[in-house]
């Protein structure tokens, strides 16, 4: 069975704070809501972990329900700006796998 691309992900390293790394995941709209984005978030907070990182970034739309979702289940606040929403994931405390 080959692969598919369905989307794209990455993690990128900031200057301020140090060991922060923002994570950004896109999933093409005929694709989402079958759980692909959560599985590709939680990956990226492993990945971030296991490369040292101390603190995730996230950034989104205020109306991207899934990725506020997503967070939230992470057991992490999000903070509602005039136009966009954001939020600091402490990997030492959030449970991603
Ligand atoms: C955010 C995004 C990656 C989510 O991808 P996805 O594959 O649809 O996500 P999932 O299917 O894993 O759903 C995640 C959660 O949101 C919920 N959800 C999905 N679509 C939703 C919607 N339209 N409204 C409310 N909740 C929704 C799911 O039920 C799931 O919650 P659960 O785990 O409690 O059941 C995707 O919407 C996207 O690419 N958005 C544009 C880019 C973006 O803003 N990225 C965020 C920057 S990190």
Redesign the pocket.
């Known amino acids: 069975m080959g692969t598919k691309a369905v989307?794209a992900?990455r993690l990128r390293p900031l200057e301020e704070p140090t060991r922060a790394v923002?994570?950004?995941?896109?999933?093409?709209?005929s694709?989402?809501?079958?759980?692909?984005?959560?599985?590709?978030?939680r990956h990226l907070l492993d990945q971030a972990r296991a490369d040292g990182f101390a603190m995730v970034f996230?950034?989104?739309?205020p109306n991207?329900?899934?990725?506020?979702?997503?967070i939230e289940?992470l057991g992490v606040d999000l903070v509602h700006n005039d136009d966009a929403v954001t939020a600091w994931v402490n990997l030492a405390e959030a449970q991603s796998s």
Do not use: D, P, Q
Not at 35 to 40: L, R, T, W
């Open positions: 989307g992900a923002e994570a950004g995941v896109w999933i093409g709209c694709h989402r809501g079958a759980g692909v984005g959560g599985s590709v978030l996230v950034s989104t739309g991207n329900k899934a990725v506020h979702r997503l289940g």
